[in-house]
């Protein structure tokens, strides 16, 4: 979802923004007007996760998945080796990539009991000589989020937070790079947010693609081609939504938690509905369940369809259901959701 405040900010802007005289998808990229909209974009968004100055932010395109090769090709540079935390399919993918470069290691995983947890890791799992290690911080589809930051030492931290980041404040400190695909909490598809520690930067392979050179898209403020400028735009309304309209992120984690726990209290209480992630490492963002049964699952999904609860089925590689309860998913969307799956429960008793 997108929040009624941003599209309808959007459309009132969207023949002229601003008094120019332009739509934002008109603009040059290079134009003031233009440049004006990307500064404030950053400056709102250091602002609003606290990024520390020695980070750069870069706003790019070709998805989050594009990163699982960055990743390797920037920072798979001292000792060629690289630890991973499998902890989902989005990590897995990432892993797999990454092993096209170097010596990846799977240091732990969770797909023993189908990804329903978070591995837990000490210093002395991580390779002394690791580049870097690599988190997914929360696992999308199987509706998990890590509880704790894992300690790496001097070696860089690295997470994927595309299903996470604006949803509570991080301490991006901890980390050496953070990405996002936008499309979760951050704005529409086409744009991607890399935070990155300047240290880090520069000593990519040789062979590394202009396109997915950290240092060069750095030095250039994200312009070396055209950025994605309508998705930047919209990260940018998101950003004034949810400090002028919610209050800041910490208001925002406030009222996440509080809309999930309406939905997990249901879930813990329900004879029929049953969550997959174990307690301690469940999503705020992701809420997986299922009946058991497959053919209740199927119906339950159809009967919310047509009551306009879309997209509710689970990832095809995990089945039952998922509710994805980004940021602009108002309280009111989970308290009907929760009503409708008692009534499906009184039904099938
Ligand atoms: C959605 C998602 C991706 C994939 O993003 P694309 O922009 O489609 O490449 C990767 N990681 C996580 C955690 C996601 O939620």
Do not use: D
């Given at each position: 979802m997108m929040a009624e405040w941003v599209l309808n900010k959007a459309a009132s802007e969207m023949l002229d923004y601003n008094g120019s005289g332009q739509s934002v998808m008109e603009m040059s990229h290079r134009s003031a007007v233009y440049d004006n909209i990307i500064k404030e974009t950053e400056a709102l968004l250091r602002k609003t996760l606290n990024i520390p100055d020695n980070y750069k932010v870069l706003f790019l395109q070709g998805g989050a998945s594009t990163q699982f090769s960055a990743i390797p090709l920037n920072f798979m540079n001292k000792n060629n080796k690289a630890d991973y935390i499998v902890s989902g399919q989005f990590s897995k993918k990432a892993f797999k990539e990454a092993q096209k470069y170097g010596d990846v290691k799977a240091i732990a995983s969770s797909e023993d009991k189908n990804f329903s947890y978070i591995p837990k890791i000490t210093r002395a799992d991580i390779r002394e000589d690791a580049d870097y290690v690599y988190i997914c911080y929360n696992n999308t589809i199987f509706g998990t989020t890590f509880n704790y930051i894992p300690d790496t030492g001097d070696i860089p931290l690295v997470a994927d937070m595309s299903s996470f980041i604006l949803s509570q404040p991080i301490d991006?400190?901890?980390?050496?790079l953070i990405f996002a695909g936008?499309?979760?909490?951050?704005?529409?598809?086409g744009l991607t947010v890399v935070i990155v520690r300047e240290d880090l930067l520069g000593n990519a392979r040789p062979d590394t693609p202009v396109m997915l050179d950290y240092k060069t898209l750095a030095d250039n403020d994200s312009m070396y081609n055209t950025p994605p400028t309508y998705s930047i735009y919209m990260h940018k309304l998101v950003l004034n939504w949810l400090n002028d309209q919610i209050g800041g992120i910490e208001k925002m984690a406030e009222i996440n938690a509080a809309k999930a726990k309406i939905l997990y209290d249901y879930l813990n209480s329900s004879k029929l509905f049953v969550a997959t992630a174990e307690k301690e490492f469940r999503s705020l963002m992701n809420v997986c369940f299922v009946t058991g049964d497959k053919e209740l699952d199927a119906e339950f999904c159809k009967k919310a369809t047509e009551n306009g609860?879309?997209?509710?089925?689970?990832?095809r590689s995990v089945g039952g259901m998922r509710a994805s309860i980004y940021n602009a998913m108002p309280t009111e969307g989970i308290e009907k959701l929760v009503e409708f799956m008692k009534e499906f429960e009184n039904e099938h008793k």
């Open positions: 991006v400190t901890k980390f050496g936008a499309q979760k909490n951050m704005g529409p598809a609860f879309v997209n509710i089925k689970g990832h």
